[in-house]
């Protein structure tokens, strides 16, 4: 069985650029979620998705945007990219099926490594 | 709210010895606990997870963690360390209450060290 696919996995951007990142959750998963990850931070939460519908949403500006197809799939985008904008980008899929259920499990992807300069 | 907080960023120990990873969390309702490992450029791996079954929970590679409710912890151990376990290993509780989403908050971290 397939793991959580990001693509890309690194890549380097300007400031004020725009970068989208792709994620493609295991099969059968629906919920997708999103962290950054930085060694000052941590890892930190930035939101998440089921059936197409962002359920939660970190504490994170506007400029970070997400979204999720009806096969899964989600990519997020970060519009006017800063310097502190530079981390680890990890997708997580999850198998709840249904918004009452909490499974609280998480398999992430390796992720997306973001260089702003 | 709930939080974590893992005490050590950095711990080392000898090839062979116990491995004592500390976590302690804070949560307003009974919550799942998990410990996840990542090694260098690569995503999170479940080792072990906790949701309110039995108190001491078995991971992957030997690992364990026994869920504390009277001292909030959730320690991860091993009784041999090997110089594999060398690896960032995070601590996360569940927010179960959190709209129906599976939304995890982090331990900083502990950066595990076997000397050899």
């Known amino acids: 069985k397939a793991g959580v696919t990001q693509t890309p996995r690194y890549l380097i951007k300007t400031r004020g650029q725009q970068v989208t990142l792709s994620c493609s959750p295991i099969?059968?998963?629906?919920?997708v979620s999103w962290y950054q990850q930085t060694p000052g931070q941590g890892l930190q939460f930035l939101f998440e998705?089921?059936?197409?519908?962002?359920?939660n949403k970190g504490n994170f500006p506007g400029r970070f945007s997400g979204r999720q197809f009806s096969n899964s799939r989600s990519e997020m985008n970060v519009s006017t990219l800063e310097l502190g904008d530079s981390a680890l980008y990890l997708c997580?899929?999850?198998?709840?099926?249904?918004?009452?259920?909490?499974?609280?499990?998480?398999?992430f992807g390796e992720g997306s490594r973001l260089t702003v300069l | 709210a709930q939080s974590v907080t893992q005490l050590g960023s950095h711990v080392s120990v000898s090839e062979g010895a116990l491995v004592l990873l500390r976590c302690n969390y804070s949560?307003?309702?009974?919550?799942?606990l998990f410990w996840y490992v990542q090694y260098p450029n690569q995503g999170l791996q479940l080792l072990l997870k906790?949701?309110?079954?039995?108190?001491l929970v078995k991971g992957i590679n030997g690992f364990e963690a026994e869920f504390k409710k009277s001292e909030t912890s959730f320690h991860l151990t091993k009784p041999s360390a090997h110089m594999s376990d060398a690896a960032e290993y995070f601590c996360?509780?569940?927010?179960?209450?959190?709209?129906?989403?599976?939304?995890?908050?982090f331990g900083k971290g502990t950066h595990l060290i076997i000397q050899p």
């Open positions: 997580a899929s999850s198998l709840a099926r249904s918004h009452r259920l909490i499974t609280g499990e998480l398999f």
């Open positions: 099969s059968g998963h629906r919920s």
């Open positions: 998705y089921f059936s197409e519908t962002q359920r």
């Open positions: 949560s307003s309702v009974p919550p799942y």
């Open positions: 906790y949701t309110s079954a039995a108190t």
């Open positions: 996360a509780v569940s927010d179960r209450s959190g709209g129906g989403a599976d939304v995890l908050t």
